[in-house]
């Protein structure tokens, strides 16, 4: 049988255990680094992120702009998905700047600028459903405020914060590098992910939880613990081993 103090114990010399305590963590580190490389790279607070897509919407799916609008055109109810989309990043904008890696303001910032023209269409026209459906326009303004105030309500949220924030994020940038015209069917493209993603939903690496190792305590090495390469108990005291 292999002598364990032979082999871990205080004989062994000081330049033989800080090779050992290298190696041991060289590995750690390894494992960990391979595990984070097969992570998506959109990742950025889960080895692996929840898959929350879904199929394109038109906005006549219960929930999807926020509430029901009775009798809305499919131009009507393009026009509230753009609107949905635009809120709901205006709102990750706002809450999600405790990671400004997610760049949720400053993208967001942008894609208001790049698809300013659209966005002022598409309010328009979903200012104009809110005039027909009510009896005023006065009305149909206050509704359409009524509106907006709910579909930012909507897309508030505490626990699922961390998914919010990185779907978010993610669409964001996409919105700044869509061409211009388009900013209504990425809203098609991408408002259920962004509404799957207001549920809780964890890590998927390890879904029964992530502890990493405790940190290796290294031994003292000031000459005056080692002499002739052994552990000088009367100076430093009891040698701990990092293998423990």
Known sequence: MLNESATWGVSLRPGERVVMTLRILTMAAT???????????RAQFFFQSPDLRGQPVDGSEPGMVGQALPGATPEELKAALAWNLRAALNVAALQCQFAPQLLTL??????????????????????????????????????LDKYGTRVYSSFS?????LTFCQTASEIAHMAVFTPRGSFTTLA???????????????????????????PVALPRFEDACWRKQMWNVKACGPYVSPFV
Do not use: M
């Not at 942008?110 to 459906?133: N, P």
């Open 157 to 161: 949220t505490v626990g699922a914060q």
């Open 31 to 41: 494992a960990v680094l391979a595990v984070a490389a097969a992570a998506p790279a």
């Open 188 to 214: 098609q493209e991408r408002l259920r992910q962004l509404r799957n993603s207001l549920v809780l939903a964890g890590e998927q690496r390890f879904p029964w939880g992530f502890n990493p190792p405790p």
């Open 106 to 143: 400053t993208n967001y910032n942008k894609l208001i600028k790049d698809h300013e023209a659209e966005l002022a269409t598409q309010y328009s026209t979903l200012g104009k459903y809110f005039v027909r459906v009510n009896k005023t326009p006065k009305a149909g303004q206050t509704e």
